[in-house]
């Protein structure tokens, strides 16, 4: 006697919908690791997207990523000139919003050194890179603006004309790549009014850190330890820029889907322990028959333990169809590779034996003699 394949013949459906309702449990759980990996993804694209071996910020600050940072314009002729350096472009990066209060539309603005950095590394699904240091933009797709389109930002319009994909900020906003000189044009832009106060007078908008690519076989940290007296700078090579994204700005965010993640495993070995036990009481004249025939504890543990994986397994099997379907329409990137699906699948597997243990003391429990009370 399978008690699995019996619930299934017999009960087949409450068995499928119990299946179901773990899948969407475990279908969360899995969308929680995605988003994760999802929110590295977003963090650093920018990063790996940028050719460069050192990132130069303000003093004491971890980078434009991280918090404001702004160094002079003259930081970068200053660099180009040292032992080692090949290049030293300027790097403008701040966030703005637009729109109505109903309907915001949050761009992260990139500023490029022109012409020196074009936008050619960046992957676009269609148009080109930047031709003109004046008013011409790539956009993420996620901005919905189509290419050619018009977009009035400050006192200017600006055409599109590059689309990328998956270059977003670590907080999901999509990116816009312009020319520094525009960066400045959008970012520094005051309202005829604020102007006409300020005496007409705009301010001025600083880079935010210069990237340094290194001559072929030069050694970045040794170029960093050259780097530490300048007052005036803190330098990064590109791995410590790195860490700090992912150990600082989305770090937070990392500790909060892991306590989701923890909960929410709790919560479906709870259900499953619970199913399992009500499924094991409502066998109780199997089960004692299956003891008066002399049937020894270890098959009846392994029948219970057997109806356990199954369940697991079919709500591991919902969980990936349902992320097949549901995960591309999240707001933000949800990244399901191998090594999540692996750990949902150990996870399953830990959470149906360790459910499977009320089922089990249930059934030890249960008397042969209980087949005799009729």
Known sequence: MNLAWRDIRRQG???????????LLFAIVLAMGGIYQGMVADATVLLDALPADLWVVQRDTRGPFAERSVVPRALEDRLRVLDGVASAETFTYATIQRGDVAHPVRIGVVGLSWPGVQGAALPLLSGRSLGAPHREMIVDQTLGLDLGAR???GDELYDVVGVTKGFVSSGGDGLAFVTERDADAILGWMAPESSRLAG????EVLPSAVLVRLLPGVDAAEVQARLVDWPDVTVWTAGEQRDLLLHGVIDKARQQIGLFRTLLSIVSAII?????YNMTVAKSYEIALLKLMGARTRVIVGMILQQSLLLGAIGYAMAIAIGSVAFAHFPRRVLVGPTELVQLGVLVVVISVLASTAGIVRALRIPPTLILAG
């Open 13 to 23: 459906l409450r068995f499928v919908f119990t299946g179901l309702g773990l899948g």
């Open 200 to 203: 007409g007078q705009r301010p």
């Open 151 to 153: 977009v009035p930002l």
């Open 272 to 276: 499953v322990a619970l199913v399992l």
